[in-house]
């Protein structure tokens, strides 16, 4: 049976700040969807990471399905006039347009999609991550899909000994999405070289070489940045991957997520933090919003989804959690010098632009030539944009 496996997320407002939705505003989410079971869908999952809502679907209409796609822009919406009512922070923040236009891709929601052939025992994770960039699964999707260091079943099983194919996207591209296509292991450090770059390259999808029909993985891409123009609060992209068998096991995602990488996002998505692995339905971290990712492991048969494994949540993710926390108050202590601030070019915030500018016109040239060129502004930041 051919499923489709819709996961798509939005920020819709949260309670005194960044940190969660209310109790009512995840209700009506939940319910919208649900709705929709036995009908639309077959089978949904409705959980929160941080300030943003995941609403996991599965149904038979393929990827990029108008109808579900709308389904999920009716229950965001629902749940936007509820948070406005309750004068929620940042009530309706990622649904950056008025009208549904087909697809919530370019609307502000992160989505990923996969439509596969169901195996007898499907297996997958559903990955959803709050203040950060896509970007931020770069890292660990390499270490799981390509690096037998951190992957054993690249050697130890034979389906997995071909490797894997990486669709890379090159997500600030001013022409649109580009997209290269790299097989590894053979091209391994050119992977490397696009990946380590997490504000521009992209894993969009990945795929097994054995089965080249079977795809692994798929990642939210869009930035919200380059939809609104102006900071609107993070990305915060969600991730499918299948897993099992022809693909790394369930296990073999975790020491790649254990690392706690620093990734680009958290306070006012200006700086940069090691990636926390936390359970479902956390709230952010008033430890200036490290960014955080929860994964939840499901079985589906026939689309139906069994009960999520929590697999953030069993004893093992403390300690880890307290190496990530021990890395962030580290760089914490530097403040406002880079790395703990990103870099000039992915600054989200306005203000800071224009004071730059501004001090740029101050600056004389040794020989008494006044006037550099423009130090020159990040995507459409203008002005003070705080989400
Ligand atoms: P979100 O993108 O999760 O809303 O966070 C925005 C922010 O600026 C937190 O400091
Ligand atoms: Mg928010
Ligand atoms: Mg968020």
Known sequence: MRITVSVIKADIGSIGGHTLPSPEVLAIARERVERAK??????????????????????T????????????????????????????????????????????????PASAEMEFEERPNEALIIFAADKTEP?????????????PMYSPGLLLSESLHDGFTFHIM??????????????????????????????????ESIWSRRHPSEQAVAVATSRLR???????????????????????????FGPPFALGAF?????????????????????????????????LGFSM???????????????FWHHVRDRVAAKAIEMRKQGFF???????????????????????REFTIRDGKAEGAPVGTPAGVEGDNPA
Request: aromatic share 8%.
């Open 301 to 315: 048969h026939n689309g139906i989804l069994s009960t999520p494994a929590d697999l953030f949540a069993d004893p």
């Open 170 to 203: 090159d997500v600030n591209h001013t022409e649109g999405d580009r997209v290269i296509v790299l097989p590894a292991p053979e091209r391994l450090y050119d992977i490397a070289a696009l990946l380590r770059d997490t504000h521009q390259y992209v894993i």
């Open 135 to 147: 970007g931020a699964y770069n890292l660990p999707l390499y270490l799981a899909f390509a690096d």
């Open 263 to 295: 990734v680009a996002g958290d306070t006012r998505g200006s700086h940069n933090l090691p990636l926390m692995p936390v359970p479902i339905n956390t709230s952010a971290s008033t430890f200036f919003c490290v960014p955080m990712v929860s994964a």
């Open 226 to 252: 380059n939809i609104a123009g102006r900071y609107v609060g993070k990305d915060d992209p969600v991730a499918i991957a299948r897993v099992q068998k022809i693909f790394p096991a369930t296990e073999e």
């Open 38 to 59: 036995g009908s639309l869908l077959i089978d949904a999952f409705v959980c929160h990471t941080g300030d943003d809502i995941c609403l996991s679907m599965t149904h």
């Open 61 to 108: 209409h393929g990827v990029d399905d108008s109808r579900v796609h709308e389904l999920a822009w009716q229950a965001f919406r629902e749940g936007t006039e509820k948070a406005k009512a309750q004068g929620l922070y940042g009530a309706g923040q990622d649904l950056l347009k008025d009208a549904f236009s087909g697809n919530v891709r370019g609307l502000g």
């Open 338 to 360: 880079e790395p703990a601030t990103l870099p000039y070019s992915e600054l989200e915030y306005g203000g800071i632009v224009v004071r730059l500018q501004r001090l740029d």
